[in-house]
């Protein structure tokens, strides 16, 4: 991997981040993990401290520990979870691979035990500086209770914690929510998240029969104990293209976010008439906010994002969604040669058709993708990509910033032409550095791994660009593939810690940098971490580092070597 730096301004305006570390960092501590613990997620909180959520895949463990800047442990609280999944069970892992001498077999044992030490199915958010964790409980774990005699439990029960930030622990077990009338109705869950009452599900009935949906915030009351529910109304949605090509076009509103007061939804819709033809249907990404009862706010917007004259937003590939958004799915079975494959409408149509990130500090939403020229069939198809584009808009739908950037020739002769165009097993990953606020852009034709950590890259025959850009989305550099190498790549993995956010069971936070090489212009943090990893034994696939913003230019840094057991390291810069 190589970096094309976009002149000397950029490397003198970096100004300190030149410095190189002196030696290997010492840990300001180590915390020694059961045999089967792992780190199962990391939050950072406004005060500047670092909660690990410590899990075990031999039992239901939870420990979090918080860690105050300097490295060393304010408080730990053991947690309750009453269902994870069993590593030793044959539904994690088909038993009818075939894992071929000891090491494939070790590998297969770890992907096992990785997957029942994830903190599935507990949902982790923040309010402020208290974590809230809520689980919903379902059949097998009422079957358990029954067999071991210990608390009657019961399907659908949502079990609610609140830690507060001395580590004070609050929980209650709350009943169902009470059922529709009717078996017509639909009840999906859309977004989750936490205010300063406790636990909120925004909810989604579908009444099949009358044709009629309707939304709900759905609270729970740590205070009082109940369940509260109030009415959100979104604006309909607009009647599907009568298009062959865009019958699985997916415009349903989706859960962007939350943040004090304000709970945020999104969608892309055709612009035109359902007798337009694909080509000239401009896509309308819109933003719709409500407040902590389901009122709709001042704020909102909708735009076609007035790309330059004769471009379009194009397909690129999957587009994950960022920081707890969410969508809920529509499966059809699309053919793939003589055989069929369960597709998602929303990945290949729509959720491939840009992203949308929220500001959470500031409300703004960033609306970014790619573009191409010319009449754009957005259906998943092979489309040539001309270009990046970036939009930031205010609550109210005001640009503050915008970029639209070509692919260059120059650009396009690291690589083969195939990453360059858009295409259902291409990937697409964007999230901001929490150290510098700068935006980073990454595609890649081979869909990295997924993990309980997020996404880690394939090692093999895969070509990344990372472009960078800075907060007025001015592009900084970019790092290409290097054709001449034959070599594997080690790849450096840091997991931001999010600062509202840490994991849900319907999506992982993706706020994931991976790098081969720290350029002249990156902070002296991603230059020390890769030279741990370069200089330890072992697997660099395991190797993870989790990273948490401590102050302007600071970070705690946690050092996880294995995937399973050993130690952990704490690093402060």
Not at 186 to 204: M, N, P, Q, S
Not at 277 to 290: A, E, H, I
Not at 375 to 394: H, I, N, P, Q, W
Not at 524 to 544: F, M, R, S, T
Request: charged share 20%; with cysteine; aromatic share 10%.
């Amino acid at each position: 991997m190589k970096s094309f730096y976009l002149g000397w301004a950029t490397l003198l305006l970096a100004g300190p981040a030149l410095a190189q570390s002196a030696g290997p960092p010492k840990p300001a501590q180590s915390i020694t993990l059961d045999d089967h613990a792992t780190v199962g997620g990391v939050v950072t909180l406004p005060n500047q401290n670092t909660v690990l959520l410590l899990t075990n895949s031999a039992k239901t463990d939870v420990v979090a520990q918080c860690l105050a800047p300097d490295g060393h442990t304010v408080w730990k609280t053991p947690l309750t979870r009453y269902q994870y999944s069993l590593f030793n069970s044959g539904h994690l892992l088909d038993n009818r691979q075939i894992a071929l001498g000891q090491p494939a077999r070790d590998r297969k044992q770890l992907a096992k035990e990785m997957t029942a030490a994830s903190l599935w199915p507990v949902n982790v958010f923040t309010d402020g500086n208290e974590l809230v964790l809520a689980e919903v409980l379902g059949a097998d774990a009422a079957k358990e209770s029954v067999k071991s005699g210990s608390t009657k439990l019961a399907t659908d029960q949502v079990f609610v914690q609140r830690l507060d930030a001395q580590g004070h622990l609050t929980q209650h077990l709350f009943e169902p929510p009470a059922a529709p009338e009717s078996r017509k109705v639909e009840v999906r869950t859309l977004g989750r998240y936490a205010d300063a009452a406790g636990y909120v599900e925004v909810v989604r009935e579908l009444n099949t029969r009358e044709e009629t949906t309707t939304f709900y915030l759905q609270h729970y009351d740590l205070a009082t104990r109940a369940l509260r529910r109030e009415p959100v109304v979104l604006p309909p949605t607009p009647k599907q293209p009568n298009n062959m090509f865009l019958r699985h076009w997916y415009q349903d509103w989706a859960f962007l976010g939350h943040r004090p007061g304000q709970t945020y939804f999104s969608r892309r819709t055709l612009e035109g008439g359902p007798k337009a033809k694909p080509g000239d249907l401009p896509t309308n990404f819109q933003v719709f906010v409500v407040d902590d009862h389901g009122a709709a706010a001042a704020s909102g917007f909708h735009t076609t994002l007035e790309l330059t004259t004769g471009t379009h937003p194009a397909y690129s590939g999957r587009v994950p969604g960022l920081g707890g958004a969410n969508h809920i799915p529509y499966y059809f079975n699309m053919s793939q040669g003589k055989n069929y494959i369960r597709m998602d409408e929303y990945e290949v149509s729509s959720g491939g058709v840009g992203g949308l990130y929220l500001d959470h500090a500031t409300g703004d939403v960033l609306v970014y993708g790619e573009y191409a020229l010319g009449e754009v069939l957005m259906d998943g198809s092979s489309t040539k990509l001309d270009g990046v584009f970036m939009r930031r808009y205010a609550a109210d739908g005001r640009v503050l910033a915008s970029a639209q950037l070509p692919y260059t020739p120059e650009m396009r002769n690291y690589g083969s032409s195939s990453i360059f165009r858009g295409g259902l097993y291409r990937y697409v990953r964007f999230h901001a550095d929490p150290l510098t606020g700068q935006y980073q852009f990454v595609i890649t034709n081979v869909p990295p791994r997924h993990t309980d950590d997020g996404y880690i890259p394939h090692y093999g025959q895969q070509q990344t660009y990372t472009f960078y850009f800075d907060q007025a989305l001015k592009l900084q550099r970019y790092d290409h593939p290097d054709s001449k190498r034959k070599d594997e790549p080690v790849y450096t993995s840091i997991h931001f810690a999010h600062p509202t956010y840490v994991t849900s069971n319907f999506s992982a936070a993706h706020n994931v940098r991976t790098y081969e090489r720290a350029g002249p212009a990156d902070l002296p943090v991603y230059v020390a971490l890769e030279k741990l990893l370069q200089a330890a034994p072992g697997d660099a696939e395991q190797h993870y580092f989790y990273l948490s913003p401590t102050g302007l230019g600071k970070a705690l840094v946690v050092e996880r070597p294995l995937g399973i057991g050993g130690k952990l390291n704490v690093y402060t810069f």
